[in-house]
């Protein structure tokens, strides 16, 4: 017998004494690091029976850290999507679109790495990511929208979203602090784009994949 039966009684009556409600309070939930801003990740599947707004879905929305760390280690990393495939993180309510009324008056820098480059590409995503959700931005934190990464055979590209395509100092600031961030070469050209001379330029194409126009593009940005 694994009890004599006057100590399992002992055991029954200081059971009856806990109170279920003492247990519990002793159970602490995890504490959870707050972002500033809650952030939406969406997919975009290159399903040519469907419109671009169609093909592209909101999956899940992050407001603490542990909760990004959760979903970044469930997703499959960018190198690894189809072609034709883009991941976006975008703050909450902001669709990743350049007809959004919060990106209407923005742009976005461009990062253009080759096909022999794709080996760094999700480096650069997650440190774009960290940027993002870490507010490193600074002052500046508030013009930055979004990011995207493009996954395309001949050559990805990654673009950080700004909301105010008429603040030049701050557009540089934010420019000088990815390309520190990514560790690229101070001598790489990066470019600026405006969503509305991009939207402008683009009528004759349905493309929303353009050529990078440069700010102060007749000499290399030095950053």
């Known amino acids: 017998m694994l009890f004599r039966s006057d100590k399992l009684g002992d055991l029954v009556d200081k059971m009856d004494n806990v109170k279920i409600s003492t247990v519990v309070e002793t159970i602490e939930a995890p504490v959870k690091h707050p972002l500033q801003n809650a952030w939406t990740l969406w997919f975009y599947k290159n399903d040519k029976s469907r419109s671009w707004d169609e093909n592209q879905k909101a999956i899940i929305t992050v407001d603490t850290v542990e909760d990004f760390w959760s979903l970044y280690n469930h997703i499959e990393v960018a190198s690894k999507l189809p072609s034709g495939s883009d991941y976006s993180l975008f703050k909450q309510g902001i669709f990743p679109d350049w007809e959004d009324k919060r990106n209407q008056s923005g742009g976005r820098w461009m990062i253009n790495l080759d096909k022999r480059q794709r080996s760094q590409l999700d ?8 940027f993002l959700i870490g507010e490193h931005a600074d002052q500046h934190a508030h013009q930055v929208n979004g990011a995207v990464v493009n996954v395309r055979a001949k050559g990805d590209k ?18 000088k602090m990815l390309k520190e961030r990514l560790g690229i070469d101070p001598g790489e050209r990066i470019g600026f784009n405006i969503h509305a001379e991009e939207k402008s ?13 440069r700010l102060n593009s007749s000499h290399p940005i030095d950053l």
């Open 123 to 130: 480096d650069y995503w997650l440190e774009i990511l960290f």
């Open 158 to 175: 990654l673009g950080v979203w700004l909301a105010d395509s008429s603040q030049p100092d701050s557009i540089l600031r934010i420019g």
């Open 201 to 213: 330029a683009g009528k004759a194409s349905s493309s929303k994949d353009r050529k990078s126009t």
